[in-house]
């Protein structure tokens, strides 16, 4: 995706991030968006895209892609750890 329509999960308010992602497809015209998220924010991720195809934008977006991976990576103590991460694309549909 050439334009940067990616909204990232973290420790924000919940309706943020369902404001964020309705605005892209309102106000910005994007065609779809992709919804990010790591480790314990995924839940949150699937919320969000949820809440926003299913009551916000019903019927005007749709699930495109769901992409999962996981990231290895040294913690501070040294020792490797893998984390989880989600990417949801959402698009939309009319």
Do not use: C, H, W
């Not at 964020?20 to 919804?35: D, L, N, P």
């Not at 790591?38 to 809440?51: H, L, P, Q, T, Y």
Request: aromatic share 8%; proline share 1%; charged share 30%.
């Amino acid at each position: 995706m050439s334009d940067d329509n990616s909204v990232f999960i973290g420790n924000k308010p919940f309706m943020n991030y369902v404001t964020s992602v309705v605005v892209q497809f309102t106000t910005k015209g994007a065609k779809e968006v992709t919804v990010k998220a790591r480790g314990k924010f995924i839940s949150r991720a699937v919320d969000v895209s949820e809440v926003a195809m299913k009551r916000f934008l019903k019927g005007q977006i749709g699930l495109k892609e769901i992409r999962i991976d996981s990231e290895e990576f040294k913690n501070k103590e040294g020792q490797d750890v893998r984390v989880s991460s989600i990417e949801i694309v959402l698009e939309k549909t009319a």
